[in-house]
């Protein structure tokens, strides 16, 4: 199953980097007032999705924390298992 994985995720890098080699073209992008910046798209749509990306993985991170914290406030310490006893111990 893991070579499934693996095998799937090089298709996915490979489509991905044929189509960013076929939109490998300068867009122009205007910025604030006379100031505009040249950027390809491939790397803008990256930038996009990480900008995207970013706040709901820290959202997610926060409440996973959050979470955790809860749990290893609330659940009391398990006490230790007295020694089992023999019938020659005394």
């Known amino acids: 199953m893991q ?3 693996t095998l799937l995720w090089i298709l996915v890098a490979v489509l991905v980097a044929i189509i960013a080699g076929n939109n490998w073209r300068d867009v122009t992008i205007d910025l604030w007032s006379n ?3 040249d950027i390809k798209i491939p790397i803008l749509l990256l930038a996009v999705f990480l ?3 970013f706040p709901t993985w820290l959202v997610m991170r926060g409440k996973i924390w959050r979470i955790e914290r809860r749990i290893a406030i609330d659940v009391p310490p398990i006490p230790a298992a ?3 006893r023999y019938e020659g111990d005394q």
Do not use: V
Request: glycine share 8%; no cysteine.
């Open 3 to 5: 070579f499934l994985k």
């Open 35 to 37: 100031l505009q910046a």
């Open 51 to 53: 900008l995207g990306f």
């Open 82 to 84: 007295p020694a089992p």
